[in-house]
């Protein structure tokens, strides 16, 4: 299963993107395991923590087959890094980690993030993670990601060291307050809605699977009672013994059928899940964008404004509202000298203002393009693995049928020998 | 003759009971009164060739009427009930049912009738059939009306289910060896309305029917002492049958309750699939194709629930209440034996005090009077004894005959009973089967496009 995983996830990429670390290296969580420890406010805590090994990719094709390189890993570290990579390239869609707790659970499955089931299911959406950040083009190359791969000690000190809280914490300040632009990107609009759009059905389908998924579970189960009573009717017949009782076998098979069928949606709920939070990632940069247009807006702004106070300064005429302009007016104007002096005040906030226009223009520009790149990046990749999804679907219903033609036709055999 | 039929059916290990099993013996004993028992005789039960179907004759010669296989070439009679009509009077509305038989048997004027019947003429058919056969098993009409369920008399799937049940139900009487030749389901296959109810009105009176309610209830109060070993195994049979059946009836109807659920939350999955397909473009097409694909499969899961409750369910249902007839047999049954034994008891008690009574006398006043107020009144006895003999005799060959009626006719039951079950458990299977085919076909349907659409635009690898 893990190797069709890795398989279907992370190496499954055009070539041109194959210049990855990927390429170079094997990566895979390979274990979960529980842990007991002191947290920050010195109490007892319980976590699990997961095995990254990593491995040249030539060390396997020389058939020496080293011993891989390993180290462990809490959820905790995987969120950090992912904070980390969504503030340093705040223009592409960086690829989401596995739920935090469990949802759109139906009742076999336990909320519980203990549960082995959940665990397993996180280890796996952890590895899909690092596959998916060592097959892009740009995050690949981090050092960050590297080191978070290669040491185990020291690594959380190295991010800090980077300085991206600092940025982080103004960048989500900003991302919380309301703005509004005035000449909104139209494309960057219409991905936001996309974006919307995307999580709001993908939750529905996923709740809707949720509750599908414990009706037939209902369904599959009764038909064990049949297996019993055919049992214990066989008892009292004499002809009809032999063909209950194999039937009654049947119906037990076909009520134990269910739990592989569901394990095996849920990995389809999973795949699902992960665009779910893609949907995120993807809304976030449209928000990104738009800060730094509504950045660079209000420095164009601030520059329009500080050009026309010195036109008015320059020609003693006064078109824009300022306290001091009617004050001035009130009290009387200001002596030459200190119009000069606040005349080269303004042009000093004049020239930097347009530092600031032409950084901040650039800035945009650099981000939307690098932004919509990663976009068509995504667009791309998400169409193939939903289609992949959508197909690995049918062929589940398809295992399914197959199974209950089997089983059926096999109880038939039987009833025509009671 | 009687006697060494009366030894197999009435012999029982138990040695310990008052009244000897072996009543045969006993009265043969009885010297004095052997003439007596010689003319008391019934003579046409030494009769075995003479046979009339709705007159209890000769245990022996009944046994050679059942036939136990009905092949279909030997099959002469063919009733159908259809087309469900509903009639409005001014008290009442009901329904009518169209009842079609064809025939070859002599007996029957024409070879094919026309009538239409209402389902108190069905109750009152089965009601015949059982009063003239008790200990007989009579198929089971469907229910009045389904309170549980809260189904409407005129709702069309109940009527519709009815009227399988009763074409079941006339079918089960045309083939009984027996039923298929009472006087009573010829009137009811082929009387006009008029005549049907007038023949109804000339059944056995109200009272003597209480009457035989009344004994019946005095015997069954009394219970039954030696009951044979294998009517003793019929009724733990019947018992743990009814667990069972009923047991299937519930599961049954708890699956086809589970799956309404899961098909309510099943019709919500495919528009949300289209509903995605409107904000996607590459997606677009395969997701409207899913959406198809689920509804598809909600279709065929909404026409296999439907097969449950139409099929597997009504025959369930049936034989649960056949349960209950055949334990009703069963005590019918006990209490013409009980009948038996207490006659047979009574008589040994007036018997005894007759004893009695003539010693006193013959020591007291033999030599002295002639005849005394007491010989008359031993003649008087001697009367009375007589009759009581006659009743017995009654009794033991009623019990005879509904003994050996009953064991044939449950070989018979079972066969049916086996035949029914597996058929409807085989039907089912197959429907199953078939759900399954129709659903992987719609999703191999939807693989295909994919692949066809996908090699073409060499994206996809399928191998």
Not at chain 1, 37 to 51: P, S
Request: glycine share 4%; with cysteine.
């Amino acid at each position: 299963m893990r190797e069709r995983e890795m398989q279907s996830r992370g190496t499954d990429m055009p070539t041109q993107e194959r210049k990855l670390l990927l390429k170079k290296m094997e990566i895979s969580v390979a274990e979960a395991e529980k842990r007991t420890g002191k947290n920050a406010v010195n109490m007892q805590e319980t976590y699990t923590v997961y095995l990254i090994e990593t491995r040249p990719v030539d060390a396997a094709s020389e058939g020496t087959n080293p011993v891989p390189d390993s180290l462990w890993r809490r959820y905790s570290e995987f969120e950090l890094l992912r904070n980390y990579l969504l503030v340093t390239y705040p223009f592409l869609v960086v690829p989401p980690l596995p739920e935090k707790r469990a949802e759109f659970v139906w009742h076999k499955l336990s909320a519980d993030n203990m549960d082995p089931d959940f665990v397993e299911r996180r280890r796996v959406g952890l590895e899909n993670f690092l596959l998916r950040v060592a097959s892009h083009p740009d995050l690949s190359s981090d050092k960050i990601f590297y080191s978070f791969l290669t040491e185990e000690n020291g690594w959380k000190e190295t991010v800090f060291e980077t300085g991206f809280q600092a940025k982080a914490d103004s960048r989500l300040k900003a991302l919380n307050a309301t703005f509004r632009v005035k000449n909104p990107d139209k494309r960057f609009a219409e991905m936001k809605h996309y974006g919307d759009e995307l999580q709001s059905v993908i939750s529905q389908l996923l709740r809707v699977r949720a509750r599908a998924a414990d009706r037939l579970y209902g369904v599959y189960k009764v038909h064990g009672n049949y297996g019993r009573v055919f049992s214990e009717w066989s008892a009292i017949e004499k002809e009809m013994g032999d063909g209950l009782q194999s039937a009654g076998h049947h119906m037990d098979a076909y009520a134990a059928s269910v739990d592989d069928i569901l394990e095996e949606e849920e990995h389809y709920a999973d795949q699902l899940k992960e665009y779910l939070f893609y949907a995120d990632a993807l809304r976030a940069v449209c928000r990104k964008h738009e800060l730094t247009q509504y950045e660079l807006e209000m420095a164009a702004q601030d520059l329009t404004s500080k050009k026309q106070q010195r036109e008015e300064l320059a020609t003693g005429t006064i078109r824009t509202f300022s306290l001091k302009g009617v004050t001035s007016k009130l009290f009387g104007q200001e002596t030459p000298e200190q119009r000069e002096a606040k005349l080269k005040m303004l042009e000093t906030q004049i020239e930097e203002g347009e530092e600031l226009v032409k950084e901040r223009n650039a800035e945009c520009e650099e981000f939307v393009k690098s932004a919509w790149v990663d976009i068509e990046r995504f667009k791309e990749q998400k169409d193939h693995d939903l289609r992949e999804a959508l197909i690995s679907y049918a062929i589940m219903q398809i295992s399914m049928c197959k199974k209950g033609i089997q089983v059926w036709n096999n109880a038939k055999e039987c009833f025509s020998k009671m | 003759m009687s006697g060494s039929v009366v030894d197999n059916t009435v012999s029982s290990g138990n040695s310990s009971a008052a009244i000897p099993t072996d009543v045969s013996g006993q009265i043969l004993d009885l010297d004095e009164d052997d003439d007596l028992e010689v003319f008391s005789k019934d003579t046409t039960l030494t009769d075995g060739s003479s046979f009339n179907a709705s007159m209890q004759t000769s245990p022996a010669s009944m046994i050679n009427q059942y036939k136990f296989e009905e092949d279909a070439d030997t099959k002469d009679i063919f009733v159908t009930v259809d087309n469900p009509e509903s009639h409005v009077t001014a008290i009442e509305t009901y329904i009518t049912y169209r009842v079609m038989t064809k025939t070859t048997r002599s007996e029957f004027d024409s070879s094919e009738f026309e009538v239409r019947r209402r389902y108190q003429d069905f109750l009152w058919l089965k009601g015949r059939l059982e009063e003239a056969h008790p200990t007989l098993i009579v198929h089971p009409l469907p229910e009045k009306f389904v309170v549980k369920g809260m189904v409407e008399r005129f709702n069309e799937d109940f009527i519709e289910t009815r009227r399988r049940a009763l074409h079941r139900f006339l079918n089960k009487i045309a083939e009984h060896p027996i039923f298929s030749s009472s006087e009573d389901f010829k009137i009811f296959l082929t009387a006009a309305s008029g005549e049907l109810t007038s023949h109804k009105k000339q059944g056995p009176g109200f009272l003597s029917r209480m009457g035989d309610t009344v004994k019946a209830v005095a015997a069954a109060v009394r219970g039954v002492r030696n009951r044979p070993q294998e009517f003793t195994e019929m009724q733990e049979y019947v018992e743990a049958f009814s667990q069972k059946i009923i047991s299937l009836d519930k599961v049954t109807q708890r699956i086809v309750r589970e799956q309404k659920e899961y098909l309510e939350e099943l019709k919500e999955c495919g528009p949300t699939y289209a509903l995605w397909s409107q904000s996607e473009e590459e997606l677009a097409e395969p997701l409207k194709n899913v959406a198809g694909c689920v509804d598809r499969c909600c279709k065929e899961t909404e026409e296999q629930v439907k097969n449950l409750s139409d099929h597997l369910i009504p025959v369930l249902h049936e034989y649960v209440l056949c349960a209950d007839t055949l334990k009703a047999v069963l005590r019918r049954r006990d209490n013409i034996q009980a009948d038996f034994e207490a006659k047979t008891e009574a008589l040994a008690t007036k018997k005894a005090n007759r004893d009695t009574e003539s010693k006193v006398l013959s020591l007291a006043w033999a030599s002295l009077v002639g005849r005394s107020p007491e010989e008359v009144k031993q003649q008087k006895l001697k009367g009375e004894i007589k009759e009581m003999r006659d009743d017995l005799d009654k009794a033991e060959d009623r019990l005879e005959w509904a003994n050996n009626a009953l064991k044939s006719d449950w070989t018979r039951w079972q066969k049916v009973m086996r035949t029914d079950l597996r058929s409807a458990f085989v039907d089912t299977a197959e429907r199953n089967v078939s759900y399954y085919e129709k659903c992987l076909a719609v999703w191999e349907s939807f693989l295909h496009s994919q692949r066809t659409d996908a090699e073409g635009n060499g994206k996809v690898d399928f191998s």
